[in-house]
């Protein structure tokens, strides 16, 4: 079956750095576009960041643009989301996932799998 398991979240002081990491299995990882969502207590899950199948195009939510990217190697079946600069309002926990129609879907219900999320917790 399809799994995506995240690892890499931890616990930061606000202007650190993190790199996270999400790991696919059970599908042809080459063929799919991956995305980063992150939900906060209290707070809907919302679109991070998104990679093309090949990895030649990203998309990121306005208010991690300049500060997270996001890459992939196709070669070991892996998707990444490097954080820099990071906020106490980045804290949230962290999920990769799979399987929308549309690369850069900001829509968590159009995607079909889900890892079980790794948290980022940023102290001021």
């Known amino acids: 079956q399809v799994q995506l398991v995240e690892s890499g979240g931890g616990l930061v002081q606000a202007g650190g750095s993190l790199r996270l990491s999400c790991a696919v299995s059970g599908l042809t990882f080459s063929r799919y576009s991956m995305s980063w969502f992150r939900q906060a207590p209290g707070k809907e899950r919302e679109f991070v960041a998104a990679?093309?199948?090949?990895?030649?195009?990203?998309f990121y939510a306005d208010y991690v643009k300049g500060r997270f990217t996001i890459s992939r190697d196709n070669a070991k079946n892996m998707v990444f989301l490097r954080l820099n600069s990071l906020e106490p309002e980045d804290t949230a926990v962290y999920y990769c996932a799979t399987g929308s129609g549309l690369t850069n879907s900001k829509r968590p219900d159009e995607y079909s799998y889900w890892g079980q999320g790794t948290q980022v917790t940023v102290s001021s």
């Open positions: 990679i093309s199948r090949s990895g030649g195009v990203t």
